[in-house]
């Protein structure tokens, strides 16, 4: 299966050979192929902004929507100095597929801004926001495009666009977004849904390969929004958290680190990062955070950005099973070695997709105009959860595949069927 690849491939070029070892299992046509696997619109765009001290700086930002088949563009926005359009059409990509394996009504998209927020005030920040979807306010829409949060994108951020947008059609429009603040139309459990998913997606995977949740230990490297309510819920059903990362640095306890007090930790600091969180005890540092990857744990869930492990680390990680709660962090290279290692891979497509998933109760309930119990919301999340878990493995042992590709086959036969129904206008 897999194929000898020699250099390092981009994000989009991973996430093409993805599609193409499960569409050659499927033995789709060049038609079928054609209408699929490329995005449908990329759009860039140069946002001035005037800075609080007078200056103007412009900053690229990007829209793409990869598919729009199975029903409206759907995907986060991204704010990071390293994005790139290859990251982002890759980003858009893995979202159809996504939306598809979950079976919500949904196409593929994603947004992003080349820009580090750390250097920016509070006031910049908003002025970024809503000038990006003040710039794309034509390409977004409750029937249209439907961005959401993803890396360093927050609720608040979400409720400024809406804001924006809503103020640009001169009408309220909370469907055009969603992860909004809930007192702003947000839905209950929207923020903590992509991490509630992945701890469902483990708990399964858990029971298959006979681990039990309240002997296992974890580690997570990115502790944001994914990464530290994973961590939470996780520690809820009983497992141990011993190591944990983010941007400024890594720590490690044999006796577990207690996810409330980390999570409050970062709330406290200037940078809202773990950094100095080795001065409150009980934790060591990490001279290398990568090392984290490498931990003799049963649980691994990187939740940070693509391409961490790689064909360099892949050997060394001890994990029985990965639980992709980033997009794309493990490369083709890295994949096939953790195959014949023996590692479980929840794969990316369907691990986080929780959070999608719960997008799509709050576009419901921001159309209707009526909203759920947290309680309903997470009925609803852990139905589609287990429901989306279960056909990936049933089409993993039925096409004797691994769980990225039989996730690929799901959802690329859902696409290929409704792409089908709907034919071809022109
Ligand atoms: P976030 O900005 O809330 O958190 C990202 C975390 O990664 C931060 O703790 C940051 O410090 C850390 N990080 C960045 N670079 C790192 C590095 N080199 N080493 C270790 N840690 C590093 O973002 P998020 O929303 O939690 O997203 C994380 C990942 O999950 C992304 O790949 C995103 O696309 C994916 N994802 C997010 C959602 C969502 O609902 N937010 C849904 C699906 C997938």
Not at 182 to 188: K, P, Q, W
Not at 230 to 239: N, Q, S, T, V
Request: net charge neutral; with cysteine.
């Amino acid at each position: 299966m897999a194929e000898k690849i020699t250099k390092k491939l981009t994000p989009f070029q991973m996430a093409m050979l993805q599609f193409d070892q499960a569409a050659k299992i499927l033995h789709l046509t060049e038609n079928q192929i054609a209408l699929i696997k490329e995005p449908r619109r990329v759009t860039e765009v140069n946002l001035p902004i005037r800075m609080d001290d007078g200056s103007i700086q412009i900053f690229k930002g990007y829209r793409v929507q990869h598919s729009v088949i199975r029903g409206p563009a759907k995907g986060g926005i991204r704010f990071h100095q390293n994005v790139t359009v290859d990251e982002v059409k890759a980003l858009a990509f893995w979202m159809t597929y996504k939306c598809a394996v979950v079976g919500v009504p949904f196409g593929g998209g994603k947004g992003g801004v080349i820009v580090d927020p750390r250097n920016l005030s509070n006031h910049e920040l908003e002025r970024v926001s809503r000038r990006y979807m003040a710039e794309m306010s034509d390409l977004f829409g409750p029937d249209q495009d439907i961005p959401a949060p993803d890396v360093n994108t927050t609720s608040q951020i979400m409720g400024w666009m809406m804001d924006t947008y809503s103020m640009h059609h001169k009408r309220f429009l909370p469907a055009v977004i969603t992860g909004k603040p809930l007192e702003m139309c947000g839905s209950e459990g929207r923020k903590k849904a992509t991490s509630r998913g992945l701890a469902i997606c483990v708990r399964e995977m858990a029971k298959h390969i006979g681990i039990d949740l309240s002997e296992a230990t974890v580690a997570i490297q990115g502790f944001g929004n994914v990464g530290s309510f994973a961590g939470e819920i996780l520690e809820e059903m009983g497992a141990r958290i011993v190591a944990i990362s983010d941007i400024d640095g890594g720590f490690y306890s044999k006796e577990g680190i207690p996810m409330k007090e980390a999570i409050e930790y970062t709330h406290k600091t200037l940078t809202k990062t773990l950094k100095g969180f080795e001065k409150m005890g009980k934790v060591k540092k990490y001279d290398n955070p990568m090392k984290l990857l490498e931990e003799d744990v049963d649980i691994l869930i990187p939740a940070a950005l693509e391409e961490q492990i790689t064909e360099e680390n892949a050997d060394r990680i001890k994990a029985k099973a990965l639980a992709e709660g980033a997009n794309g962090p493990t490369t083709p290279e890295a994949d096939a070695i953790l195959y014949k290692k023996g590692v479980h891979i929840i794969p990316d497509i369907l691990c986080n997709a929780g959070g999608v998933t719960v997008s799509y109760l709050e576009w419901v309930q921001n159309r209707m105009g009526y909203y759920w119990t947290e309680e309903r919301v997470n009925e609803d999340l852990e139905r589609v959860m287990v429901n989306a878990f279960n056909a990936v493995m049933a089409t993993a042992k039925e096409y004797k595949v691994k769980m990225r590709t039989a996730a690929f086959i799901v959802g690329i036969q859902r696409v290929t069927q409704a792409a089908e129904s709907r034919g071809l206008y022109a």
